[in-house]
């Protein structure tokens, strides 16, 4: 069942938390979008991808990715530091068959544009997670990367898809983000990141894509929801 979806409004929301907790506490569900009506889904805009080609059914939207693209990604209302993104998310049977293998879906947090940020792919076909760490300038850092996850679902099925970072305010490593990746009920990488600074993005959203060309990859993504820390 989708889940149902209070009036939220479009505008941009800055949040910025102090809260005095671990990053691993408990969160509360700030943002719900079952992608269930045009007004649902016009929330969602579009963060980076040169050709990308969008629509909807009532139950999810529906991305392509176009000619000379490699990736589209799309953000959610919610910009913030310390965030939990969540989003079911399928690649869909009209992707090239030449293209399915290495096609991926993903969730991403402190999002900046051309793919900064932190993100979680998953690579239905490989059945294989990967958390990575995007600078500004292009770098990609593996985080960490697992294999053969079942959560991991093929072809027009859905795949869950959550995200975690929180900056630790208290001990050691505080100042680091400690960045929980979850793919169904399957914890897949729990890291604590020292060098968080190095992302200035903001944004919360999801992706989809291929290395190289990915033109013909098509997804489609519903009940994305956004969490912050619990203050309680």
């Known amino acids: 069942m989708k889940m149902r979806i209070a009036a939220v409004s479009a505008v941009v929301l800055t949040m910025t938390l102090t809260l005095a907790l671990s990053a691993g506490g408990a969160v509360i569900g700030l943002y719900r979008n079952a992608m269930g009506s045009e007004a649902q889904r016009a ?37 913030g530091r310390d965030l939990e993104g969540a ?65 991991v679902k093929g072809i027009n099925q859905a ?33 604590t990141d020292a060098a968080a600074g190095e992302l200035q993005g903001r944004a919360s959203g999801f992706s989809l894509g291929a290395p190289g060309n990915a033109k013909g990859v098509i997804g489609s993504f519903d009940d994305v929801v956004v969490r912050v820390p619990s203050p309680f």
Not at 162 to 174: E, H, I
Request: include cysteine; hydrophobic fraction near 40%.
């Open 159 to 191: 795949t869950q898809l959550r995200l975690r970072a929180f900056n630790v305010t208290s001990g050691p490593d505080r100042g680091a983000c400690r960045v929980l990746a979850f793919v169904g009920r399957r914890l897949v990488a729990d890291v």
């Open 87 to 151: 989003v079911t998310a399928r690649l869909l049977s009209g992707t090239p068959k030449a293209l399915r293998n290495k096609a991926f879906l993903a969730v991403d947090l402190r999002a900046g544009r051309q793919g900064a940020g932190y993100r979680l792919l998953v690579y239905p076909l490989q059945r294989k997670a990967q958390l990575v760490k995007t600078l500004p300038d292009g770098q990609v850092r593996y985080l960490r990367i697992a294999k053969e996850v079942s959560a």
């Open 43 to 79: 929330q969602i805009v579009k963060l980076f991808g040169d050709r990308c080609a969008r629509g909807g059914s009532e139950e999810a939207l529906k991305v392509t990715v176009g000619k000379a693209t490699s990736e589209c990604a799309y953000r959610t209302p919610v910009i």
